[in-house]
Nanobody, 126 residues
């Protein structure tokens, strides 16, 4: 059983930066593809970014590309989401998720992910 715990959310102004962290526990293996999703009030959960289990491949939604960076340092059980130039429309609960090797994690479909964290709130004011 994999547990995922997010942290780093908060309330910031437009243009500011935040770094979210997601720590994986409960599994002796770190061989999981990792993703970040977000859900704004009244909207469906949407894909933000994903990274392959070795960190060699990264994928982003069009709305965050060039502003957000996902990373997964070698031999660590933590994945990060560096968010720069934040906008009010980035306001949402951000979720970390883990997908098994062999999944189509890169397509941004939440159904490809097996484990989810509880989420961390990010609020961006104008």
């Amino acid at each position: 059983q994999v547990q995922l715990t997010e942290s780093g959310g908060g309330s910031v102004r437009a243009g500011d930066s935040l770094r979210l962290s997601c720590v994986q526990s409960g599994s002796t293996s770190t061989n999981w593809h990792m993703g970040w999703f977000r859900q704004a009030p009244g909207k469906e959960r949407e894909f933000v970014a994903a990274i392959s289990w070795k960190g060699g491949s990264r994928y982003y939604s069009g709305s965050v590309k060039d502003r957000f960076t996902i990373s997964k340092p070698n031999a660590q059980n933590t994945v990060y989401l560096q968010m720069n130039s934040l906008k009010p429309e980035d306001t949402a609960v951000y979720f970390c998720a883990a997908a098994a090797l062999g999944s189509a994690f890169e397509n941004g479909n939440s159904g490809e992910y097996d484990y989810w964290g509880q989420g961390t709130q990010v609020t961006v004011s104008s």
